[in-house]
C-alpha cells in the first residue's frame, strides 16, 4: 500500500485554514440571520403604521434595478397589459 497523504504539517495547515473558512462562514450566516431579523422588524413596523409591506418590497427590488432595465420592464408590462385588455390609459 502506497502512502499518498499530504506530510503532517501541511495536513495541519489545511484542517487549521478549513476551519477558520467554516468558522467565518458560521459568524457571517449568524450575523445574516440577525439582520434579517431586523429588517422583518421593520417591515412590521412600517405595516404597523399603514405601509403596503407587499409594494415596500417591489419599490426595494425596483430600486436595485438600473434605469433601463425598469423602463424596459415597464414597457413589456404595459404591452403585456395592453395585448390582455387591462391596460390603464
Known sequence: ?????????ASTIAQDQLHAFIQRIERLEEEKAAIAADIS???LEAKGTG???KIMRKV???RKKETAE???EQSL???????????ID
Do not use: N, S
Open 70 to 72: 425598469r423602463q424596459e
Open 41 to 43: 422588524e421593520i417591515f
Open 60 to 62: 426595494i427590488a425596483l
Open 1 to 9: 500500500m502506497t502512502d499518498t497523504a499530504a506530510p503532517v504539517g
Open 51 to 53: 405601509f403596503d409591506v
Open 77 to 87: 408590462l404595459d404591452l403585456y397589459l395592453h395585448a390582455l385588455g387591462m391596460a
